[in-house]
């Protein structure tokens, strides 16, 4: 059955709710920069001159030789010296509020559906588990670039049949967030995830 466009009245139909064209964009910036601030491992680390191996000794004597004045090879200046203000390990990860990530895919959802970026299938499942069939199926639907297909579940044999795909990803109605569905290009949602849908933007 091919897929059907995902309309506001088909969202009103699922219960799931939508936030105006003008509202939570400032959530959307914070949820998609806490997305990545806490994908990073924040082991970058530098040492002080006091933590460079090398000893405190003089590297020339202090008058007399026309250079100018110097302690020891660890100063900064130096190739190999410590390094002056420089990374530490750290965390950088951030948290957010749950009405904050609430509004942020509501926001998300409102404007993939007027731009009519959203499709609905009964149904998606990839029984032989072949690439081949997988590619037949999707393309059918929608273009072949940046798709994410959004199910209550997958089995085994879909999750097979995708798994060499460059272009596509699946990803359950639970676990879908805001940064993967700005990044799709068309999105194929099963019916049965839109309850879960739903319940995430009640």
């Not at 059907?4 to 088909?10: G, I, L, R, V």
Request: proline share 3%; hydrophobic share 40%.
């Amino acid at each position: 059955m091919p897929a059907k466009t995902f309309t506001a009245d088909a969202a009103q139909s699922a219960n799931i709710q939508l936030a105006e064209a003008d509202r939570g964009s400032q959530a959307v910036h914070d949820l998609v920069t806490a997305y990545r601030a806490n994908r990073r491992t924040g082991s970058a680390s530098t040492k002080t001159r006091g933590e460079v191996r090398g000893n405190n000794k003089k590297i020339y004597k202090q008058k007399g030789t026309g250079n100018a004045r110097h302690g020891d090879k660890r100063a900064p200046i130096f190739v190999g010296g410590g390094v002056v203000f420089g990374p530490r390990p750290r965390d950088y990860s951030k948290k957010v509020p749950k009405n904050v990530r609430k509004l942020a895919l509501r926001r998300v959802l409102g404007n993939l559906v007027r731009e009519e970026s959203i499709k609905t299938l009964p149904s998606f499942s990839i029984a032989d588990g072949k690439t081949k069939t997988f590619v037949s199926t999707v393309t059918a639907d929608v273009e072949a670039k940046k798709v994410l297909i959004v199910a209550k579940s997958f089995d085994d044999s879909t999750y097979l049949a995708a798994r060499n795909i460059q272009w596509a990803q699946l990803v359950t109605a639970e676990s879908v967030n805001v940064e993967e569905l700005l990044h799709a290009k068309s999105i194929l949602v099963v019916e049965d995830a839109l309850e879960t849908l739903a319940k995430r933007t009640a």
